[in-house]
């Protein structure tokens, strides 16, 4: 999508490791949002970001960590990576502090093996 | 806490026939509402949105939702639907004042027969 890249767009990792995925942004938005998409469990928001070093937990947050050191940056990471984390992985972006509807990245498929 | 409700896990319709995909809120507030189109291998597309004022919203490809306070419904809806408009879509309610991030249903899969 148009000022949202993330990557990388698939991996696959064994279980213990650390795997850190990123999201880039090029349209100065504040806000920032990780989500993580199963079948039969629609989009479940992990973590998100309302300015540099400003971050939050969302719904399914166990096991994951976030940073965001600039504006365009927001990065996920999974200390120990385990099967129950393999998913496809969303973030997105949303234009400053009233819910306008969010734009999402293409998604990033994680395969914990 | 906010929750969203969409009963159609697949719906099968004809080329050519209408639509009418469901999606129920529960949201103390009056809520923001959106639903959103997710292609196969791809990330998710906003269709619309409602924040307030006429009950009735256009979106992108010719879909419409219309606002139900009374039934805390926003419902999808499309006269005459088209091969290319198979995919899931996702009913989503968020808050006004804040950025805490929406609340997506499970989603519909939506199965155009030729």
């Known amino acids: 999508d148009a000022g949202i890249t993330q990557s990388p767009r698939h991996k696959v990792t064994e279980t213990g490791t650390p795997v850190t995925l990123r999201c880039h942004q090029t349209e100065n938005h504040r806000y920032m949002y990780w989500y993580r998409q199963d079948p039969g469990h629609g989009l479940r928001l992990i973590h998100y970001?309302?300015?540099?070093?400003?971050?939050d937990k969302g719904e399914v947050s166990d096991g994951y960590s976030v940073s965001r050191s600039k504006t365009e940056d927001f990065l996920l990471t999974l200390e120990s990576a385990t099967s129950s984390q393999t998913s496809v992985y969303f973030c997105?972006?949303?234009?400053?502090?009233?819910?306008?509807?969010?734009?999402f990245g293409s998604g990033t498929r994680l395969t914990v093996v | 806490a906010q929750s969203v409700t969409q009963p159609d896990i697949h719906i099968t319709v004809s080329e050519g026939a209408s639509l009418e995909l469901r999606c129920n809120y529960s949201y103390g507030a009056t809520p923001y509402l959106f639903w959103y189109v997710q292609s196969p291998g791809q990330g998710l597309q906003l269709l619309l949105k409602y924040f307030s004022g006429d009950t009735l919203v256009q979106g992108i490809k010719g879909f419409e939702a219309e606002f139900k306070r009374s039934q805390s419904s926003f419902n999808l809806r499309k006269p005459s639907v088209h091969w290319s408009d198979a995919a899931e879509y996702f009913c989503?309610?968020?808050?006004?004042?804040?950025?805490?991030?929406?609340?997506f249903g499970k989603g519909t899969h939506l199965i155009i027969q030729p």
């Open positions: 970001s309302y300015g540099v070093k400003d971050t």
């Open positions: 989503a309610v968020g808050s006004g004042g804040g950025a805490d991030g929406l609340t």
């Open positions: 997105a972006i949303s234009i400053g502090h009233k819910n306008y509807g969010y734009t």
